[in-house]
């Protein structure tokens, strides 16, 4: 199957810095990306569509100006957690479309002190 | 959207054959049934995928009925690595709005 990457798998912050998380297509190109949230004992919850070469799409409830997608290529999508704070904390996961399926990337754990 | 039901949680014995079902009353004609397997602290590995009547690969069976309300993943002899989350999402394959939502998941938890 295709493999998505994520980097970092971890990352630790103090509050009020800004925490940046690539995903990566590895083996496939990917015109559009995905990006989802859990917190333990959850599902999966869609932040947004990440569009390659186009402004992404939140899903409602989720603010754009905090946390900023930029898709600049066909294989990265990045998410930029910004001035983070504890309530940020959570498993972060991105997929991608190849063909028919989405794949997923193996999720970065984001702790902010 | 078509949104999923699947039972919360599930219990076995390894060596058994494990069928969870997920139920999709609105599934539109051009959506697609896809299941994955979630462990702790990781993503979602794809398992199977299918469209309509059955559907089998190395480690899982999907069925699908004609009406395609629901569709079951048949997980032969499970083991205790088999414990995981399975969710079940129903996205339309290409085109439309393809907007990715998972439900809550089946917590499968495999006993010696």
């Known amino acids: 199957g295709a493999v998505v990457s994520q980097h970092p798998s971890w990352v630790i912050c103090k509050s009020g810095t800004s925490v940046k998380i690539e995903c990566r297509s590895l083996?496939?190109?990917?015109?559009?990306m995905f990006w989802y949230r859990q917190f333990p004992k959850q599902s999966l919850m869609l932040m947004a569509t990440?569009?390659?070469?186009?402004?992404?799409?939140?899903e409602q409830g989720v603010e754009k100006d905090k946390f900023l997608i930029n898709h600049a290529s066909l294989t990265l999508s990045t998410l930029t957690v910004t001035s983070a704070h504890p309530e940020d904390s959570s498993f972060y996961i991105c997929?991608?479309?190849?063909?028919?399926?989405?794949?997923f990337g193996p999720g970065t754990r984001l702790t902010v002190l | 959207l078509a949104k999923t039901t699947q039972p919360i949680s599930m219990d076995s014995y390894e060596g058994q054959e494990v069928n969870i079902t997920c139920s999709h009353n609105?599934?539109?004609?051009?959506?697609?049934i896809t299941w994955y397997q979630q462990f702790p602290s990781q993503g979602p590995r794809f398992i199977i995928q299918?469209?309509?009547t059955k559907v089998t690969n190395e480690v899982a069976s999907l069925f699908i009925p004609a009406d395609r309300k629901s569709s079951t993943l048949s997980l032969p002899r499970v083991s205790l690595s088999d414990t995981a989350v399975y969710y079940c999402?129903?996205?339309?394959?290409?085109?439309?709005?393809?907007?990715?939502?998972f439900g809550r998941g089946t917590s499968l938890i495999v006993h010696p």
């Open positions: 609105n599934i539109a004609t051009n959506d697609y």
């Open positions: 990440s569009n390659e070469g186009s402004k992404a799409t939140y």
């Open positions: 299918g469209y309509k």
């Open positions: 083996d496939f190109q990917a015109t559009t």
């Open positions: 999402l129903v996205a339309p394959a290409s085109g439309g709005s393809y907007i990715p939502t």
């Open positions: 997929s991608a479309k190849a063909g028919d399926t989405q794949y």
